[in-house]
């Protein structure tokens, strides 16, 4: 297994999903449903690619074959991420073992009202996390983010946060590929992505 570049060709569209690990038990006589949170979850992917010809089209056909499958993996940026935080600073994992569903990072811009706002897309490790509250900076620099899903892999000690360009580790969903050709050569490609969980 080898971990390769998604090719520089940017999707018309991209759907990003979030899938929670969540254990559902209906009762058969009440329909109450309990449930309960099985670790944590991972991003998913969908990319539609209309109207690719020449040298795009042949990029993207021998990459999706190279990929065998589900066999190798792949870096993805999150491309259409719209981040509204002011950021700042040199943002760093402030203390190793960290879990869960948030994180405290030192290095921000000391004392930034919204220094990350909710919904914001950021990289953790080779994680991709979107953010699901405000949080404004402390006067040293320190700040605690909330986020979705929860983290799988504790970060290091001053592990970099990435709070733009987020890069993803993803493997194609389906051992199958398919693309569409029309006349004049040209064709559509619909390729849908998991993020690495082992990554």
Same mark, same amino acid.
């Given at each position: 297994?080898?971990?390769?570049?998604? @090719?520089?060709?940017?999707?018309?569209?991209?759907?990003?999903?979030? %899938?929670?690990?969540? #254990? *559902?038990? @209906?009762?058969?006589?009440?329909?109450?449903? !309990?449930?309960?949170?099985?670790?944590?979850? &991972?991003?998913?992917?969908?990319? #539609?690619?209309?109207?690719?010809?020449?040298?795009? /089209?042949?990029?993207?056909? #021998?990459?999706?074959?190279?990929?065998?499958?589900?066999?190798?993996?792949?870096?993805?940026?999150?491309?259409?991420?719209?981040?509204?935080?002011?950021?700042?600073?040199?943002?760093?994992? %402030?203390?190793?073992? !960290?879990?869960?569903? =948030?994180?405290?990072?030192?290095?921000?811009?000391?004392?930034? @009202?919204?220094?990350?706002?909710?919904?914001?897309?950021? !990289?953790?490790?080779?994680?991709?996390?979107?953010?699901?509250?405000?949080?404004?900076?402390?006067? =040293?620099?320190?700040?605690?983010?909330?986020?979705? @899903?929860?983290? *799988?892999?504790?970060?290091?000690?001053?592990?970099?946060?990435?709070?733009?360009? %987020?890069?993803?580790?993803?493997?194609?969903?389906?051992?199958?590929? %398919?693309?569409?050709? /029309?006349?004049?050569?040209?064709?559509? &490609? =619909?390729?849908?992505?998991?993020?690495?969980?082992?990554?």
């Amino acid at each position: 297994m080898s971990t390769f570049a998604f @090719p520089s060709i940017t999707s018309n569209n991209m759907t990003i999903r979030l %899938a929670n690990n969540i #254990a *559902r038990y @209906p009762s058969p006589h009440t329909g109450a449903v !309990q449930t309960k949170k099985r670790g944590s979850g &991972f991003m998913m992917v969908d990319m #539609a690619f209309s109207s690719l010809k020449t040298s795009e /089209r042949a990029e993207l056909i #021998a990459f999706l074959a190279k990929m065998r499958g589900g066999h190798h993996r792949f870096t993805l940026p999150m491309h259409c991420e719209s981040n509204r935080g002011l950021f700042g600073g040199s943002p760093l994992v %402030a203390g190793a073992s !960290q879990k869960g569903g =948030s994180v405290t990072i030192d290095g921000a811009s000391n004392s930034i @009202p919204l220094w990350i706002r909710a919904g914001d897309i950021f !990289q953790l490790g080779n994680e991709i996390k979107i953010c699901t509250d405000d949080a404004n900076s402390s006067a =040293s620099g320190l700040v605690t983010i909330a986020f979705a @899903p929860d983290i *799988r892999t504790s970060p290091s000690d001053n592990s970099v946060v990435v709070t733009s360009g %987020a890069v993803g580790i993803f493997m194609l969903a389906s051992d199958e590929v %398919a693309f569409i050709n /029309r006349p004049g050569i040209f064709s559509d &490609f =619909s390729v849908s992505a998991v993020e690495d969980v082992r990554a």
